[in-house]
């Protein structure tokens, strides 16, 4: 008994997700029977089964369901009954009554090979470390059936073990020259890997396969993954225009079209792309980073704020979204939430001296000057302080009255400073000059 066709898996760009849908069509059904002998109970019996597989052949699976149950009730050894029971509830969506029926067939026939794949096809989406070990024995006594390595593959991967699911998918392919899921779960399965060249051939060989349809946007889905992994970012933006074309209205895809534009430093389309993206409903986490940084480059910090907000809204432990967006109120000159945010910022990652800096500044330019001497002191104990800091702790100083501290900090920032046209130098100068009068007539 061979297994019919599987339906089609959900796949993302990034990895190869394994959702698996354990229908009726996923799993194999039919059965042959000798003739029951024709005595009354014999006859019942007969009645009940050929009642059972009407109702399967017309797809009334309740009505089935009842046959097998009353024939089992009177002949409950018969395996195949069992099996063909195990059928009906799947396809009713009764996985827990599936797997108690498989188990049961396997139980009184332990060579049989259909039950131990659909046990396993039963349990793939809930629990794939169990649904291992019946599809192993489905492989042991079919060696042949490709799809039954496939479907092993898929539990592997599902469970991290992903290279015995790739093994799986190899010999699966070998015994089926012909199915593009094989080979797509192949890709998958190997980009998540790393081996982005060989994903990229199956996923070529797949499109061969089958150029259009659903198994062939995934295969062009992984295609990009592929080339996107190995930098060829030419072949990856005509791969995407050319899928975007067929389905305009592919918001992951059109994700990942504006991150390449914003990579090829087209900001004005990747928003564009963005855009179209969110009308499909709210941005992912992903989308507003691409979007902030796009209005970041074209300075649109006003735009960026609400944008930074949402983001922190989904991802509120994320140190660099809150050191962005102190960063974009330090642009826009709101001072006192710039210094709100990056202490939220510095307390998320105190050892950022970027995140540091901002701070300091943010603090100079609210005129903070006990708080910005403290970051200033932080950040002297990290790295040599430059000349541009000296004079911000001159003035610091200067602004609290506290002459010798400051003449001290004017004449370092002069002795390093090498721009003697630069304001800061005629500022210091001036300052140093003053100041060394008002020391001396105090003494």
Known sequence: MKPLGLGAWSVFLGAALLPFVASASAQTVGTSRTKIPQDPAAIELNRLLTAAQDAVSKQDYASAAQDYQAYLAKKPDDAVAHYDLGYAYTALQKPADAQREYEKAIALDPKMAPAYQNLGVTLLPTDSAAAIEPLQHAAELTPEDARTKWLLGIALEATKKDAQAIEQYQAAERLDAKSVEIRNSLGFALLKTGRAGDAEAAFREALALQPTGEAADQSHKGLLQAL?????????????GAYLAAHPGDPAMQLEH??????AGKDDDALAELDKAATAGPESLRALKLRTLIYFRKKQ???????????IALAPQDPDLAAQLGHVYLEKKDYPNAVNTLVVAIKMNPQSIDVLKDLVTAEYLNKNYPATLHGLDVLAQRETPPPGSWFVRATCYDKLGQAKPALDSYKKFLEMNKDDNSDMYFEASARVRTLTRELANKR
Not at 228 to 240: C, G, I, P, R, Y
Not at 258 to 263: I, K, Q, Y
Not at 301 to 311: F, Q, R, S, T
């Open 258 to 263: 504006a991150s390449l534009l914003l990579d």
């Open 228 to 240: 996107l992994a190995e930098k060829k970012n030419d072949e990856a933006a005509t791969e995407m």
């Open 301 to 311: 910090y006003d735009n960026a704020v609400p944008v930074l907000l949402k983001a």
